[in-house]
């Protein structure tokens, strides 16, 4: 059973690189914004469930839930062609970096960020993403080869 008070100090300190996972997923500020809130008060309802070792993962895990809610919410009340592209909040780096890391599947994007981003260890990163060490390990690797490639394929102009 988590606190009242560790709750409220983790979920404050965690919150910013969970806007940061539900932009990479929904680029729309006010969805992500909603996601975020959602998972606060989803995890807060059931704080006395949760193992405080575990929290991190969990509240993880419950953001990106929102966020799949939220993707099939605007598929449900609207078509596809008729929806404005919303605009992106995360806006690529000059370095291109950004850029290929959009570009790259949301299987392999997420573990990517979730690690190198956000600093989870992989074995919270299984645990928050809902999957095995290795599927975790095996996307890292598949992820920065597809960088690597990505990245090396542009040519850089001469000035």
């Known amino acids: 059973m988590i606190s009242d008070?560790?709750?409220?100090?983790?979920?404050?300190?965690?919150?910013?690189?969970?806007?940061?996972?539900?932009?990479?997923?929904?680029?729309?500020?006010?969805?992500?914004?909603?996601?975020?809130?959602?998972?606060?008060?989803?995890?807060?309802?059931?704080?006395?469930?949760?193992?405080?070792?575990?929290?991190?993962?969990?509240?993880?895990?419950?953001?990106?839930?929102e966020c799949h809610n939220i993707q099939c919410q605007r598929m449900r009340v609207s078509p596809m062609a008729d929806l404005p592209e919303p605009e992106p909040i995360w806006q690529p780096e000059e370095s291109g970096l950004a850029a290929a890391i959009e570009g790259l599947p949301p299987a392999l994007r997420l573990p990517l960020l979730l690690r190198y981003m956000e600093n989870y260890t992989e074995k919270e990163t299984a645990q928050a993403l809902g999957i095995s060490l290795p599927a975790v390990k095996n996307r890292l690797f598949r992820a920065r080869r597809a960088l690597k490639k990505t990245l090396t394929d542009w040519e850089v102009a001469p000035e």
């Open 5 to 65: 008070e560790q709750f409220t100090q983790q979920a404050m300190d965690m919150s910013p690189g969970l806007y940061r996972l539900s932009i990479s997923m929904l680029r729309h500020e006010a969805d992500c914004r909603d996601a975020v809130q959602q998972a606060l008060l989803r995890a807060w309802a059931a704080r006395s469930r949760i193992d405080p070792g575990r929290f991190r993962a969990y509240l993880t895990r419950i953001v990106i839930n």
